[in-house]
């Protein structure tokens, strides 16, 4: 499995970026897809997740209402919609897969970093 994420890049606070995290080197049924960041100097954290089949999304608290994890199948891309960012948002942000019922994610892409101005 390899995920290339990009779309990452530098925003003044309000504004919006879209992430993209192609995957390919299998079919992904029963695979859940997520989002996490790592800002500087704090522990990786989850942003969201989407289960492959059926598309059952979780977002962390703390971007609900603001970013939004989506996945096109026949593209095997997983995109996270981030609008009305903050500074707080700044990290590198990776994409990760792993099979559902493991509870793991098994494969992470290289991280896309996104900065926010305020």
């Known amino acids: 499995v390899q995920l290339q994420a990009s779309g990452g890049g530098s925003v003044q606070a309000g504004g919006s970026l879209r992430l993209s995290c192609a995957a390919s080197?299998?079919?992904?049924?029963?695979?859940?897809m997520a989002w996490f960041r790592q800002a500087p100097g704090k522990e990786r954290e989850f942003v969201a997740s989407?289960?492959?089949?059926?598309?059952?999304?979780n977002h962390a608290d703390s971007v609900k209402g603001r970013f939004t994890i989506s996945r096109d199948s026949a593209k095997n891309t997983v995109y996270l919609q981030m609008n009305s960012l903050k500074p707080e948002d700044t990290a590198v942000y990776y994409c990760?897969?792993?099979?559902?019922?493991?509870?793991?994610?098994?494969?992470w892409g290289q991280g896309t970093q996104v900065t926010v101005s305020s």
């Open positions: 989407i289960r492959w089949s059926g598309g059952r999304t």
């Open positions: 080197g299998r079919t992904f049924s029963g695979y859940i």
């Open positions: 990760a897969a792993g099979l559902f019922v493991t509870g793991r994610y098994d494969y």
